[in-house]
């Protein structure tokens, strides 16, 4: 099988080395549980979720792209402003996998990459370069873990490419994972926002 990669030209302000690590912002689901557009609720400071998302993921890796839904320029234009590149993914109704793949594509000479949900605002930067780092000094797949579980962001090398970019449906990278589980380095860190995303509008209450 073989893939059409649309690239994305890095932020001039960042990395365009062979070696930089991506970071992938899955920011293209529709928020039905919710009821509402989950990713531009503020968080205390006022900040919206999807843009602290972004903020943590930028400080951790050398570019950060953000997928998005089509209709959703206002969300597009906060991201840029924060120093992201935006993919616009006209699939992203086929659900997550779609829309990592897209960004997988887009980016398709990165090194490695970090795929973290939009909706998880409350991990913390040194967990991001924690698992960045991992996959820069030569692990093929990490991803953090606290009091036993595991969480996000996860961290792909560049030898997953193929398999990230033919992702679909909305499982996003579970199968990737799974099929891979004796070669994840898990990194153990105190951050319980690795496990926290907002699905519910008690979610988003309770924690902001």
Same mark, same amino acid.
């Given at each position: 099988m073989s893939f059409s990669f649309d690239r994305v030209t890095p932020t001039?302000?960042? %990395? %365009?080395?062979?070696?930089?690590?991506?970071?992938? #912002?899955?920011?293209?689901?529709? %928020?039905?549980?919710? =009821?509402? &557009? /989950?990713? /531009?609720? %503020?968080?205390?400071?006022?900040d919206w979720v999807a843009v602290r998302a972004c903020r943590k993921l930028l400080a951790g890796t050398d570019q950060v792209l953000a997928v998005v839904r089509p209709?959703? @320029?206002?969300?597009? @234009?906060?991201?840029?402003? @924060?120093?992201?590149?935006?993919?616009?993914c006209a699939e992203a109704d086929q659900g997550m996998g779609a829309s990592l793949a897209s960004g997988v594509r887009a980016t398709?000479?990165?090194?490695?990459? #970090?795929?973290?949900?939009? &909706?998880?605002?409350?991990? /913390?930067? @040194?967990?991001?370069?924690?698992v960045a780092n991992?996959?820069?000094? =030569?692990?093929?797949?990490?991803?953090?873990?606290?009091? =036993?579980?595991r969480g996000h962001p996860v961290g792909f090398a560049s030898v997953y490419r193929a398999e990230l970019a033919a992702l679909g449906g &909305?499982? =996003?990278? /579970?199968?990737?994972?799974?099929a891979n589980s004796d070669k994840l380095r898990l990194i153990d860190c105190d951050d319980r926002g690795i496990l926290q995303d907002i699905d519910e509008p008690t979610d988003w209450a309770l924690r902001r």
């Open positions: 001039p302000h960042r %990395s %365009s080395s062979a070696g930089r690590v991506v970071g992938i #912002l899955l920011a293209a689901g529709a %928020s039905r549980r919710f =009821g509402a &557009d /989950k990713l /531009k609720q %503020s968080l205390a400071g006022g209709g959703t @320029e206002e969300l597009a @234009e906060r991201l840029r402003a @924060e120093g992201a590149d935006v993919f616009i398709c000479d990165a090194a490695g990459w #970090l795929i973290a949900l939009a &909706d998880m605002p409350w991990v /913390k930067i @040194e967990t991001i370069v924690g991992a996959i820069r000094h =030569g692990a093929v797949l990490a991803a953090p873990r606290f009091q =036993g579980q &909305d499982g =996003g990278a /579970k199968v990737v994972i799974a």
